[in-house]
Nanobody, 125 residues
Framework: QEQLVESGGGLVQAGGSLRLSCAASRRTFSGYAVAMGWFRQAPGKEREFVAAISWSGTTYYADSVKGRFTISRDNAKNTVHLQMNSLKSEDTAVYYC?????????????????WGQGTQVTVSS
């Protein structure tokens, strides 16, 4: 059983919007405080941090997406969302959802033990 499942990727024109969702397995995360984050990886580049949200809702964003992307969560449904507005061609990448059993906000990808399979976001210019 997959522990994190992303959805919502696709092809969009520059300036458009997409909303990514990530559903976390109740079996893996029920009863735990869970920090969640979004990362992305473009071809030939390393995976990079995009946004994170703590169990209590504190958020943090990469400078490159600040003011354009919004991370949110629904703890009752074990889901996290990434609303992406004013998309640019440089936002094109595979986007990954990540989770860690902690109350704290987590920005370092090495501190996330759980990962989704990724969803492709392509922004055409």
């Amino acid at each position: 059983q997959e522990q994190l499942v992303e959805s919502g990727g696709g092809l969009v024109q520059a300036g458009g919007s997409l909303r990514l969702s990530c559903a976390a397995s109740r079996r893996t995360f029920s009863g735990y405080a869970v920090a969640m984050g979004w990362f992305r990886q473009a071809p030939g580049k390393e995976r990079e941090f995009v946004a994170a949200i703590s169990w209590s809702g504190t958020t943090y964003y990469a400078d490159s997406v600040k003011g354009r992307f919004t991370i949110s969560r629904d703890n009752a449904k074990n889901t996290v969302h990434l609303q992406m507005n004013s998309l640019k061609s440089e936002d094109t990448a595979v986007y990954y959802c990540a989770a860690a059993r902690t109350f704290n906000l987590v920005r370092d990808l090495h501190e996330y033990p759980y990962w989704g399979q990724g969803t492709q976001v392509t922004v055409s210019s």
